[in-house]
């Protein structure tokens, strides 16, 4: 509204504050609807630019002749990308088994077992692991968590080898998918706990009192009315721990010696590599169809990440009705 | 079951703050007992002093005695867990679990400390407590169903049915109507009056009208000033404490002439 506009407004009796009719445009609730939709679409531009670019370039890879092929030459593209994605979700998935527990079980100390001073002081050291650079995380994993694995991989080995997962040969410098692993997991670890923390601190009173007052012990009644309560919470928790998971690359990448092979076997030199990990690692000297072929691993790892997402909210919907919403 | 309920000097104390002071009285085996009183007099935390949930609140403690059949509920050796168990409880606002279905809700404290019980049992269980609830044949098709799809007083009801489904001996009622419509109110307080055939039966209510309906024995609570901690100022036959109370304070309270 202009300056012009409020003498001739105060002339007209029927614009004062009784008036009933529609007053000329609010420029605050059309500025702000505006910018709030405006940041809606923009989000919904960049997922369809990143989509567009990845198909784009990956098509080329899709299409050729793998005899022309720059990394695995002769085989077919998803031979190429098969053991990555194998390697992705395999590391992404021990991960979270590390992670989950141990960042709920944090969660749960904090909002129901703590004294109120440790539990703020230690949300906040919580909160600053998650932000530490993930270059940082790298390095320690090569230079303290790899070497220190080794006696648990020796002992695992000489124990445990009837079981698959711990046969074989183990590493001599304990850079296998097991620690990258553990990196991750701890990588992980802060933004799972803080979710987590947020959704049981928003249990109701109510239900937890209910639990106590049916003669509950403490651990019962977070059994019965905090960890249902929060489990749509919790799941969304882990969804954004696998995707930060699933994407890692630079840890990864200083940690894992890996190639492009399947295996199962967490403790031999014999390590299959994740995508991101691969694309960091290979880029430098991709060139031609070679870098269609990266961006295409790029692609799948685009749409797993989605997939496992969409899982997700499949879970959280299904219990819609029971999840306390209504 | 159901079990005489003595309290002998009892004070409650929420860490430095002094709630309420020196409380004495028996609430009778199969009978309806109300607390009365304004907002803050402590009664529902003498309530709630009644089976431990008081403690929730961390720095509570109590000094004095309750006595459930004669054994102390504060005695060192005693465990609240197993005097909730004894001492069951309905809130203000019902609180059946959402993520749980009728069923569930009803078997949630059957459930509790390891108990296994066997279908046919629980069918059983299941049946009984709504019944005993009145709310069996508003239900009976969709046991399966989420509690919190009930309307509020269903749901108060099956909050009631699945205190008296671990058979306690005592039920604790705190404002159980407050949030409900009247006919809702109407079927708890029908509830209340069978209840107390087989249980002692505590309610604190803010509806004088309510207390005099359902209770035999009234209890009146007050502050004597802001800041103070609450007492008991009388308590009787129902009949007496609304017609012919001993005590000004209670008289006034009773006619509206209050603060």
Redesign the interface.
Same mark, same amino acid.
């Given at each position: 509204m202009s300056a012009t506009d409020i003498p001739e407004a105060s002339t007209d009796p029927r614009s004062d504050s009784h008036s009933l009719e529609r007053s000329a445009k609010r420029f605050g609730d059309t500025f702000f609807r505006g910018l709030s939709t405006g940041s809606g679409v923009l989000i919904l531009l960049i997922l369809a630019a990143v989509a567009a670019f990845l198909v784009g370039l990956a098509i080329p890879a899709l299409l050729a002749d793998p005899e022309t092929f720059q990394f695995s030459r002769g085989q077919s593209f998803w031979k190429y990308v098969a053991p990555y994605a194998f390697g992705t979700m395999w590391s992404a998935i021990l991960a979270m088994i590390m992670a989950v527990p141990v960042a709920v079980g944090i969660a749960l100390y904090l909002t129901h077992y703590a004294p109120k001073r440790i539990s703020s002081t230690f949300g906040y050291i919580i909160d600053l692991l998650a932000a530490v650079p993930s270059v940082v995380f790298g390095l320690w994993g090569i230079a303290v968590l790899a070497p220190a694995m080794r006696p648990l991989f020796l002992w695992l080995n000489e124990h445990f080898s009837w079981i698959p997962l711990f046969a074989g040969q183990v590493s001599g410098t304990g850079r296998t998918i097991f620690t990258a692993s553990v990196v991750l997991a701890v990588m992980i670890l802060p933004i799972i706990t803080a979710i987590s923390r947020e959704v049981f601190l928003q249990t109701?009173k /109510?239900?937890? #009192? =209910?639990?106590? =007052? /049916?003669?509950?012990?403490r651990w #019962?009644m977070i059994r019965? =009315?905090v960890i249902?309560?929060g489990?749509p919470g919790i799941i969304s928790a882990c969804m954004l721990g696998l995707g930060r998971a699933l994407g890692e690359t630079m840890a990864v990448a200083m940690v894992l010696s890996g190639s492009g092979i399947i295996s199962f076997k967490l403790l031999t030199s014999q390590n299959p590599n994740t995508i991101a990990a691969n694309i960091a690692q290979s880029f430098p000297e991709a060139h031609d169809i070679g870098r269609n072929q990266l961006i295409a691993t790029g692609l799948v790892l685009f749409i797993i990440t989605l997939a496992v997402n969409m899982t997700a909210r499949w879970i959280i919907n299904r219990?819609k #009705?029971?999840?306390? =919403?209504? | 079951m159901s079990k005489r309920i003595e309290i002998k000097d009892l004070d409650i104390y929420y860490g430095k703050f002094h709630a309420v002071k020196s409380v004495n009285m028996t609430i009778e085996p199969r009978a309806v007992t109300a607390f009365i009183g304004s907002s803050g007099c402590g009664k529902s935390t003498v309530l709630r002093s009644l089976?431990r949930?008081h403690e929730?609140i961390p720095g509570a403690y109590v000094d004095g005695q309750v006595l459930l059949d004669g054994v102390d509920l504060y005695a060192p050796n005693v465990d609240p867990?197993?005097v909730?168990?004894q001492v !069951?409880?309905v809130?203000q606002?019902p $609180?059946?679990?959402?993520?749980?279905?009728i069923k569930e809700n009803i078997l949630? !404290?059957v459930r509790? $400390?390891n108990a296994r019980i066997s279908k046919s049992a629980a069918d059983e269980l299941v049946e009984k407590s709504l019944k005993g609830a009145n709310l069996w044949n508003e239900v009976k098709d969709r046991l399966d169903?989420?509690g919190?799809?009930l309307s509020g007083g269903q749901q108060q009801r099956l909050?009631i049915a699945?205190?008296i489904a671990?058979e306690p001996d005592v039920i604790l009622m705190d404002e159980p109507c407050s949030a409900l419509d009247p006919i809702s109110t109407l079927a708890i307080e029908d509830l209340i009056k069978d209840l107390k055939e087989e249980y002692t039966v505590v309610i604190v209510t803010h509806n004088m009208q309510q207390a005099a309906r359902v209770s035999d024995q009234t209890a009146f609570f007050n502050l004597k000033a802001h800041g103070q901690p609450g007492e008991l100022i009388e308590m009787g036959p129902t009949e007496k404490i609304f017609h012919n109370p001993d005590q000004k304070a209670t008289e006034d309270y009773i006619t509206g002439r209050f603060g």
């Open positions: 109701p /109510l239900h937890e #009192e =209910a639990s106590l =007052a /049916l003669g509950a012990t #019962e019965q =009315a249902p309560f489990m219990r #009705e029971f999840s306390g =919403a209504n | 089976n949930m929730v867990v197993r909730r168990r !069951g409880m809130f606002r $609180n059946p679990f959402p993520t749980m279905s949630a !404290g509790l $400390n169903r989420p919190s799809g909050c699945r205190a671990v």
